[in-house]
């Protein structure tokens, strides 16, 4: 039986259509959400794969979480960082640090402790082990306004995960670094519906990226036809090319 997957943020809109799609092909998979939230029980149910919860920018919870995901298996497959915090959308100038700190501590800082937790875990595995960060297509290109902590945020995870990528290489750790388009999402949950509509007419294609494009794009990210792009940002959008 293939060793799982953990997905960070399965939970969140991407990270729960990933995992539905890699059950859906047959893989296991262990979910992790930052609460223990009646979504991540009801997808952990729908899934039947062990779910663990806590907030991973903690060390200490970190090495907990940790524990109980090697409980359920002593190697893994693969990881995906689909971890995820909303934010207010204002202008730079007039966002408080807080917001921005908030935002690199959802996403650099755990993922950090979840790779020195898990390394072990992932490496020297026979056909290799593949690490999926989700980043954004915003860091390509001329980014939009209001948005600076999480691009900020994402912008120094997505470096982190380009330098880890050739540090991890001879361990036959590949991580690939996936920049989805705009998604209708919590992360969004402040614009109004009429907005998000207008901003899909303006797309080439006159809708945004779904969930499940993401998902698709995963599934084939962690097989080892995709090995030869690790390091590089894929991205996967419905938007203008940049």
Same mark, same amino acid.
């Given at each position: 039986m293939?060793?799982p997957i953990?997905i960070?943020?399965?939970s969140g809109?991407?990270?729960?259509?990933?995992?539905t799609?890699?059950?859906d092909?047959?893989c296991?998979?262990i979910?992790h959400?930052?609460?223990?939230?009646?979504?991540?029980?009801?997808?952990?149910s729908k *899934?039947?794969?062990?779910?663990?919860?806590?907030?991973?920018?903690d060390?200490l919870?970190?090495? !907990?979480?940790?524990?109980?995901?090697?409980?359920c298996?002593?190697?893994?497959?693969?990881?995906i960082?689909?971890?995820a915090?909303?934010?207010?959308? /204002?202008?730079?100038?007039?966002?408080?640090?807080q917001?921005?700190?908030q935002?690199?501590?959802?996403?650099? !800082?755990?993922f950090? *402790?979840?790779?020195?937790?898990?390394k072990t875990?992932?490496e020297n595995?026979?056909?290799g082990?593949?690490?999926?960060?989700?980043?954004?297509?915003?860091?390509?290109?001329?980014p939009?306004?209001?948005i600076?902590?999480? *691009?900020?945020?994402?912008?120094?995870?997505?470096?982190y995960a /380009?330098?880890?990528?050739q540090?991890l290489?001879?361990s036959?750790?590949?991580?690939h670094?996936?920049a989805p388009g705009?998604?209708?999402?919590?992360?969004?949950?402040?614009?109004?519906?009429?907005?998000l509509? *207008?901003?899909?007419?303006?797309?080439?294609e !006159? !809708?945004?990226?779904?969930?499940e494009?993401?998902?698709n794009?995963c599934?084939?990210?962690?097989?080892?036809?995709a090995d030869?792009?690790?390091?590089?940002?894929?991205?996967i959008?419905r938007?203008?090319r940049?």
């Open positions: 293939q060793d953990l960070i943020g399965a809109t991407i990270g729960s259509a990933i995992a799609k890699l059950t092909d047959g296991s998979v979910l959400g930052a609460t223990d939230s009646k979504r991540l029980r009801n997808l952990a *899934l039947k794969a062990p779910v663990i919860s806590g907030d991973i920018s060390q919870v970190t090495q !907990k979480c940790a524990e109980k995901v090697h409980k298996a002593e190697n893994l497959s693969g990881l960082f689909a971890a915090m909303p934010f207010p959308h /204002k202008l730079t100038l007039r966002t408080e640090w917001i921005f700190q935002q690199l501590d959802s996403q650099l !800082k755990p950090h *402790l979840i790779m020195q937790h898990f875990a992932l595995r026979e056909d082990a593949r690490v999926i960060v989700l980043s954004t297509e915003y860091l390509l290109g001329t939009p306004i209001k600076a902590p999480y *691009l900020s945020a994402k912008a120094a995870l997505t470096t /380009k330098v880890l990528s540090e290489l001879s036959k750790i590949r991580v670094i996936i705009l998604i209708k999402s919590p992360l969004t949950g402040d614009m109004p519906d009429e907005y509509e *207008l901003l899909a007419e303006r797309m080439p !006159k !809708k945004l990226t779904t969930p494009e993401v998902a794009l599934a084939f990210m962690m097989q080892p036809d030869a792009l690790y390091g590089n940002i894929v991205p959008s938007g203008t940049r």
